[in-house]
């Protein structure tokens, strides 16, 4: 089972959806970098159990995020915002950026 690092941005946004168990060994898992062998003998449980608790979350998690997209959005904003400072930080000339700071600046707010 490979670690997937967008399933950390799906926890981070729907994690407090999870059952409480999911959500405590997802974190582990994804956030903290505990093997299912680590956290079988933390929680008391078997290695089996701790693999089918982070199928279960990673199965949830994609399934809420085809259903509402924040994980998308949230990327696509960034994206927006870091090229917006990258312009900024260029001192690019001013009629360029300030029309494509506006630009990214409209589509951000569409996300919202």
Sequence with gaps: MAKNLSL???LDCYGELLTERQRDIAELYFNED?????IAETRGITRQ???DSIRHSEQAL?????????????????DCLETILR???QGEAPE???????????????LL
């Excluded at 994609?62 to 960034?78: D, F, H, Q, V, Y």
């Design 8 to 10: 950390v941005l799906l």
């Design 34 to 38: 505990l093997s299912l062998t680590e």
């Design 49 to 51: 159990a701790v693999r």
């Design 62 to 78: 994609l399934e809420m995020e085809e259903k509402l997209g924040m994980a998308e959005r949230i990327t696509t904003m960034r």
């Design 87 to 89: 312009h900024c930080e």
């Design 96 to 110: 360029r950026s300030l029309s494509e700071i506006a630009q990214l600046a409209q589509k951000g707010l569409l």
